[in-house]
């Protein structure tokens, strides 16, 4: 179960993560059934790279619609396993698993982060959803793609015996060019790269900009990504003067992407919180030193002082003179971003998806549905 498929318009590195993985598995010869949401235009039923997927309802009422489902096709059909990817409000499958082995698969939880990106009464039961996990998942195995996670749960009050850490991938031929274009001295080009939410805190990379520009005032950003807060975000850089120097990129294809990325010199990621930090390595691949908050999933992702630079959450003058020392210093951006490209390497989607199906093997071979 997941809330998105990896075709959805609105999918992210949640659904590419689990993606992976049932791809791997139908590959091992696995029979595999996604079931999750559907959007316009989307059809029931479908296969993708040998994954059945079964799409009902609409993504904003996931949790009840889905439920139901998944119950029927238990009593229907013999399941080895049951996966549930929780990345938003959990589908609670320890209440109707009718005995399957279950594994959670957690790329992170909102926490009271969640006040950040909606109103009072949306938030309060997103997280009175989340704070069932503690008593509804207790005999659950889970799987997390970094410490923080982990780290979360434990907290929780779950049992750190049945957490698995297993690092997500890297699509390293997507990212690496053979002729990669130029990165101009003497324009600095500044990039933040995100699903454009309001708890994503964009604003504090466009605020960290500005001190930037008045610095160097040649230097230019690149925002790059879609949401709801583009809006917002985009009065935030008219009121900062900036709009001749910040562009709202949007969705770029990946060919685009991966170039943009390789004329890039610093990536500010600014969030409060993530799983891991995909875009982080991805942006690490393409030589990209990474300035970001120093909380859950971005201090896994980024090796402070090597790789990129951890600063304090929310604090964009901190930021912001974090990327200056970067950009003003070639030799230690030279060294960051060579350091950037060999701690990514580092990173396959096969290994994520042999030690991700081994765990689910251990889990369906125990039996285990206490």
Sequence with gaps: MNWRDIEDPLGGGAELHLH????????????????????????????????NIHRRGHWAVANFVLPPVVRSMLRRSR???????????????????????????????FGRTVYRETNPVTASYV???????????????????????????????????????????????????????????????????SRLLRYKSIDVALRAFDVIHRELPRARMLVMGRGPDEARLRRLCTRLGLDEVVEFRGFQPWDELVRTLHRCHVFLNPSPKEGWGLTVIEAN??????????????????????????????????????????????????RFSEAARRWAAGFSWQRCVDESLAYFQEVAGRGDAS
């Excluded at 912001?320 to 951006?333: F, I, M, S």
Aim: proline share 8%; hydrophobic share 40%; aromatic share 8%.
């Design 20 to 51: 992976h993985i049932l791809k791997g598995a139908a590959a091992a010869g696995w029979e595999v059934d996604l079931v999750c949401s559907g959007y316009e235009g989307a059809p029931r039923t479908g296969v993708i790279d040998g994954v």
């Design 127 to 193: 997280y009175a959803a989340e704070s069932l996990i503690r008593h509804l998942y207790r005999d659950v195995d889970f799987e997390v793609i970094s410490p923080s996670t982990r780290d979360d749960l434990i907290a929780r009050g779950l049992d750190p015996e049945r957490i698995r850490t297993i690092y997500c991938g890297m699509d390293h031929a997507r990212f690496t060019l053979d002729d990669p274009p130029p990165r101009e001295d003497e324009a600095p080009l500044v990039v933040t790269w």
């Design 285 to 334: 691949q393409c030589g990209l030193p990474v300035v970001a908050s120093d909380r859950p999933g971005l201090k896994d992702s980024v090796r402070d002082g090597e790789t990129g630079l951890l600063v304090p959450y929310g604090d964009h003058r901190a930021m912001a003179a974090a990327a200056l020392g970067l950009l003003r210093d070639r030799e230690t951006w030279s």
């Design 79 to 109: 399941y080895d396993l049951l996966v549930e990817d929780i990345n938003k409000i959990p589908f609670y499958t320890p209440l109707y698993r009718d005995g399957v082995p279950l594994v959670a698969v957690v790329p992170h939880l």
